[in-house]
């Protein structure tokens, strides 16, 4: 069975930097892709970043570019998120995601770490 | 990577059928197959229910269809159940990121 944990979520003032761990089990890590995909309190979701297999290459969406790093230690089988330069904005539920087996979509989520960016 | 467009709410009744548009860009939606869609309730993590337009996974009931003309993408839940009712949000692939659509609430009355 496939799970993700996430943790490192917590209250961090405006300007200030975290960092997100995602440690998974139940799959071959190093042979996916993973991603972290938020959710503003009762907002929709707000795709964040992903990093290949191999860590080889990774990808942000534009409002993080810049702010947001994601890397991945294949030994442990993690995942991370470091975020710098927090905004009000970046306040959401950080989620972990497992990149699909057969297809372009996202088929194993944790339930979420909240990140709060408040002074 | 503008959010894709999903009407805020739809509804209908046990058994009725609703249909949820995703309306995106040639940029995305209309430039990819790679259209997925979500169910989320309350206080729970996204499950996927539609792949690629219109693939279900395994355990997904048949009642969920997806299907795709142009930059818009629909989601059909046939036989609508009590148990549906939950945000919806479509996803396209986008060139290396995905972009999301704003969700979707469903009731059912």
């Known amino acids: 069975e496939v799970q993700l944990v996430e943790s490192g979520g917590g209250l961090v003032q405006p300007g200030g930097s975290l960092r997100l761990s995602c440690s998974a089990s139940?799959?071959?890590?190093?042979?996916?892709?993973m991603h972290w995909v938020r959710q503003a309190p009762g907002k929709g979701l707000e795709y964040v970043s992903a990093?290949?297999?191999?860590?080889?290459?990774?990808f942000y969406a534009e409002s993080v570019k810049g702010r947001f790093t994601i890397s991945r230690d294949n030994s442990k089988n993690m995942v991370f998120l470091q975020m710098s330069s927090l905004r009000y904005e970046d306040t959401a539920f950080y989620y972990c995601?497992?990149?699909?087996?057969?297809?372009?979509?996202?088929?194993?989520w944790g339930q979420g770490t909240l990140v709060t960016v408040s002074s | 990577q503008s959010a894709l467009t999903q009407p805020r709410s739809v509804s209908g009744s046990p058994g009725q059928s609703v249909t949820i548009s995703c309306t995106g860009t040639s940029r995305d939606v209309g430039n990819y197959n790679y259209v997925s869609w979500y169910q989320q309730h309350p206080g729970k993590a996204p499950k996927v229910m539609i792949y690629d337009v219109s693939k279900r996974p395994s355990g997904v009931p048949d009642r969920f269809s997806g299907s795709k003309s142009g930059n818009t993408a629909s989601l059909t839940i046939s036989g609508l159940q009590v148990e549906d009712e939950a945000d919806y949000y479509c996803?396209?692939?986008?060139?290396?990121?995905?972009?999301f659509g704003t969700g979707t609430k469903v009731t059912v009355l």
């Open positions: 996803c396209s692939y986008a060139g290396s990121v995905y972009v």
């Open positions: 995601v497992k990149d699909s087996t057969s297809g372009w979509y996202f088929d194993d």
């Open positions: 990093i290949i297999g191999n860590g080889g290459y990774t």
């Open positions: 139940g799959f071959i890590f190093s042979t996916y892709y």
